[in-house]
T-cell receptor, first 117, second 113 residues
Framework: GAVVSQHPSRVICKSGTSVKIECRSL??????MFWYRQFPKKSLMLMAT?????????EQGVEKDKFLINHASLTLSTLTVTSAHPEDSSFYIC?????????????FGPGTRLTVT | GENVEQHPSTLSVQEGDSAVIKCTYSDSASNYFPWYKQELGKRPQLIID?????GEKKDQRIAVTLNKTAKHFSLHITETQPEDSAVYFCAAGISGGYNKLIFGAGTRLAVHP
């Protein structure tokens, strides 16, 4: 149980275009999902907290107009990288926390590797 | 905000030896401390976690200790095996609310046969 999927797993796009990444909790409901960015051989950097039915909460230094987050249902959050540039190339990974208030654990998706040319 | 420091950044041990990874956190309100293992190209997997009302937790070859006063927690892996080779991340968070986690920089563990 507690499976999180991400789509696509890899995407290559041209500079200036937008890319949408989906994060789905397959067998549980998640009021809260998280989006991270991971550079090669580096740690997971929290970008934003996605809350179902409300606006996302962005970490300091993360441009909310650049990284649009929509958490439209209890099983789906999307991250849209707008007007992508080569410096946005990275590994984006989401996690989901079950709605059960007794659960602290976050379950991670497999990640999406974005390459902007 | 929370800041988590993790040491060492790399750790090389012989199979069968023990490995210890240490983390410190800054926010005294943090009360949840998970450890994740990430193999190359794969998602992070939770291996063990501890809450602030517990000082130590063990699961087979893996144990975690927490010192709330000093604000540090450690991962102990005994009888290491080559398949333990991976990057290990510690994290700290506050349960309740959104329960966001702040991660340490990671430790690359290599277990040599």
């Amino acid at each position: 149980g507690a499976v999180v999927s991400q789509h696509p797993s890899r995407v290559i796009c041209k500079s200036g275009t937008s890319v949408k990444i989906e994060c789905r909790s397959l067998d549980f409901q998640a009021t809260t999902m998280f989006w991270y960015r991971q550079f090669p051989k580096k740690s997971l950097m929290l970008m934003a907290t996605s809350n179902e039915g409300s606006k996302a909460t962005y970490e300091q230094g993360v441009e909310k107009d650049k990284f649009l987050i929509n958490h439209a249902s209890l099983t789906l959050s999307t991250l849209t990288v707008t007007s992508a540039h080569p410096e946005d190339s990275s590994f984006y990974i989401c996690s989901a926390r079950p709605t059960d208030v007794l659960t602290y654990e976050q379950y991670f998706g497999p990640g999406t590797r974005l390459t902007v040319t | 905000g929370e800041n988590v420091e993790q040491h060492p950044s790399t750790l090389s041990v012989q199979e069968g030896d023990s490995a210890v990874i240490k983390c410190t956190y800054s926010d005294s309100a943090s009360n949840y401390f998970p450890w994740y293992k990430q193999e190359l190209g794969k998602r992070p997997q939770l291996i063990i976690d501890i809450r602030s009302n517990v000082g130590e937790k063990k699961d087979q070859r893996i144990a975690v200790t927490l010192n709330k006063t000093a604000k540090h927690f450690s991962l102990h892996i005994t009888e290491t095996q080559p398949e333990d080779s991976a990057v290990y991340f510690c994290a700290a968070g506050i349960s309740g609310g959104y329960n966001k986690l702040i991660f340490g920089a990671g430790t690359r563990l290599a277990v040599h046969p």
